[in-house]
């Protein structure tokens, strides 16, 4: 888990719940990095995850009462990433199978032909994966399988955060080249479906 929780965190969470906007900016700036590398992965643009990471937090601080009951903002602030990037793929077409998908799978038990379903795309994307230059290859499975963040990619490779940036956006693009139009939604089930902590 590469965020880990600040040392004063829980009583971060009081003061922000309370309407302490000092408090709750120290927890966006704290977790920021993470969303927008979560958020990243799943859109086409810097704009468009920008609106998405700005929706995450801005809908927790309009309803930061809840916040009250809140004992890991980590997990808070991942629940509440992935569930608008859901909102926000719902409103793409060329998603919409995707979110349907997914939804399945969280609602109704595996069949047999959803774990081959899901070993196809997972063995389709690592072909992709291992057929990347090197430095593409290694940011990404650094980012989506161990779940480093952007910081500790670029203490480990030895490269600009800046760097890491780019290697992540140019393999998350040339991954999901692997996937006809038609069935780009594969590539977005596949990700989605990696636990949320393991990224954040």
Sequence with gaps: MSTKALYNEPHLIILASQGNREAFTSLYSHYLD???????????????ADE?????????????DKLST??????????????????????????????????????TAETPEDIWHYRYIYAKVQQQIAALPTQCQHVFRLSVEKGMSLDEIAAELHISKSGVKNQLYKAQKLVRQCFEEKDSHLFI????????FSIF
């Design 52 to 64: 998405v990471i700005q929706d995450v937090f801005v809908r927790i601080w309009e309803q930061r």
């Design 70 to 107: 809140v004992t890991s903002f980590r997990s808070y602030v991942a629940r509440a990433a992935r569930n608008r990037l859901l909102d926000h793929l719902r409103h793409l077409e060329v998603r919409k199978a995707a979110i349907l998908d997914l939804q399945q799978t969280k609602t």
């Design 34 to 48: 993470a969303v927008t590398q979560y958020i990243r992965l799943f859109t086409n643009s810097e704009d468009e």
């Design 189 to 196: 089930v596949f990700l989605l479906s990696i636990p949320t």
